[in-house]
């Protein structure tokens, strides 16, 4: 189960939940045939109950959200998107660990 905080996106809710907001965002490019995916999912439930406020986790089904997925080049999943006031700062594909996914939320904060 998704920590309460974790906003799945669609095409319908991404300017609002990840372009439109002022605090870091980390966006999940996952998908649920993926074990690294899964492996990565209770990482980042953690890192959205260590960071409240101060940043924001959500994530993408790429087979559900496709044009999401095309948008940003996805290619392989899991990939972690940072973005800060709607700008994409980083990108990594594959598992990252936790206090590294806290400390670049904090470095664009």
Do not use: Y
């Not at 439109?20 to 965002?25: A, D, R, Y």
């Not at 006031?85 to 400390?103: C, F, H, L, N, P």
Request: glycine letters at 6%; hydrophobic letters at 45%; one cysteine or more.
């Amino acid at each position: 189960m998704a920590h309460e905080s974790i906003v799945n996106l669609t095409s319908d809710n991404f300017a609002t939940e990840a372009e439109g907001v002022s605090t870091p965002v980390v966006i999940d490019f996952w998908s649920e045939h993926c074990g690294p995916c899964k492996m990565l999912a209770p990482v980042l439930d953690e890192v959205a109950a260590e960071i409240g406020e101060a940043g924001k986790v959500t994530k993408v089904d790429v087979m559900d959200q496709r044009e999401l997925a095309m948008k940003f080049g996805i290619r392989a999943v899991p990939t972690l998107i940072f973005m800060k006031d709607g700008e994409v700062k980083e990108t990594k594909t594959g598992i990252m660990m936790k206090d590294a996914i806290i400390e670049k939320l904090n470095s664009l904060a």
